[in-house]
């Protein structure tokens, strides 16, 4: 198939092209290198680049794929609060605007790299896809607002699906340790200590970034009728945790790294433990490849592999918020959405 992935050079992005490519795929990246110079390891590269903002893509560079994988993204909180103009054009309208031109194109399925965080403050815990969402900030809201207004774009010839995402951990070419699980490794084994930010009792449903790639490929191979304008959370039932879970983990594989409460975010009020029900009933043979614990053990080999230091946890190159401060300019001036 005629694949087209936008923000392919990503964290996750960078698995699923060589996924793809490794299934036999025609891939066709697009991304606008936000995050150039920060490879961990090398990427693979797409048959076609277009290094490009979302927000400048017009149909010609659409036009021929049978499916579109949408995950460029201001792609988290603290990114998503810099500039919250900046971030509803690009993660809201830049997303409807790429549906239109898909559908216009006539590309037949829409995968949108959706978040579990739109559940936000919940509730109740072991939140279903039908369960009142209550997004706590700007990206959170883009999100579900581009949910919103894509799904009056279905139709029998035009099948979006939103993959509403558990929070990442895991190995990449692109790393992060911006994220719960990739931080808390890095901080024991840069300082010696596990630093939890919160009291440690927030739940997350988390899954390894290889498994959310995985699940673009499982979705974009599923019949039409199966996943036809679903919005599906993506992760696994047994793989919720506590913060708490996560630095007994780290402990487990560093036993000397002593636990610290830092208090820095207080108590922490995005707390949500997720249910999978959907994923498993719409993708039966979808299994997760990691377990949390998994995902640890390959994660601490590799940081060890690499000599992961405390100049590599303090400095830009795996923390997305400290990169993207110095490249704001970069997305103030490329590109309108029309
Ligand atoms: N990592 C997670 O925990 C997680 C969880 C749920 C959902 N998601 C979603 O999955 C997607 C991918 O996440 P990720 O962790 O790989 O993010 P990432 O920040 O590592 O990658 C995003 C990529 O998009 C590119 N990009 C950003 N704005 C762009 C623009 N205007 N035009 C072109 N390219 C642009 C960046 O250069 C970057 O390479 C995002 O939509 C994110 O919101 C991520």
Known sequence: ???FVTGHQGYIGAHLVDLLKKAGHRVTGCDLGLFDGCQWEPLTRPDKELIKDVRALELADVAGHDCVMHLAAISNDPMGELDQNITFSINRDASIRLAKLAKQAGVGRYLFSGSCSVYGAGKKLDLAEEDPLAPLTAYAKSKIETEVEV??????????????????YGHSPMLRI????????????SYGEIRIQSDGTPWRPLIHCKDIARAFVAFMDAPKEKVHNLAVNVGGNSENYQVKDVADNVKRLIPTAKVAF??????????YRVKFDLLNQV???????YTLAKG????????????????????PQF????????????????????
């Open 283 to 289: 993708l039966p043979n979808f299994k997760l490849e």
């Open 178 to 189: 911006d994220l719960v699980v990739n931080n808390l490794l890095g901080s024991a084994l």
């Open 262 to 271: 830092t208090g820095e975010v207080g108590a922490d009020p995005r707390n």
């Open 296 to 315: 640890m053990d390959e994660l601490h080999r590799k940081m060890v592999d690499h000599k992961f230091s405390k100049a590599d946890f303090e400095g």
């Open 1 to 3: 198939m005629n694949v």
């Open 151 to 168: 799904s009056k774009l279905a139709d029998k010839s035009f099948t979006p699906v939103y993959l509403r995402n558990s929070t990442a």
């Open 319 to 338: 923390v997305r918020l400290r990169t993207l401060k110095t490249r704001m300019d970069r997305l103030s001036t490329t590109g309108t959405v029309a």
